[in-house]
């Protein structure tokens, strides 16, 4: 959508909601990659970070700059 939206030159925003255990899969990281590549400034990601994953206690837990270090990786 954001994609798309830049491309037709709309002023459209994307907002996305992320859990941190979401934040373990890798295509959540490929969508980074790839908005960083395409310079999808109209792309906003919200990180809700509970700290629970479905077997229990995520890998950052409540570290949140360990967030803001891989997704700042990517420009």
Known sequence: MALYAKSQ????????????????EGQV???MQ???H???NNLVAILYVNRL?????TM???DVRSYQKK???FG
């Open 9 to 24: 030159k709309l002023s459209h925003k994307t907002y996305v909601l992320l859990g941190d255990s979401e934040m373990a």
């Open 29 to 31: 990281w490929e969508a």
């Open 34 to 36: 790839l908005a960083a």
């Open 38 to 40: 395409y310079k999808l």
């Open 53 to 57: 994953g479905q077997r229990g206690e």
């Open 60 to 62: 950052y837990g409540h």
């Open 71 to 73: 997704a700042s990786a």
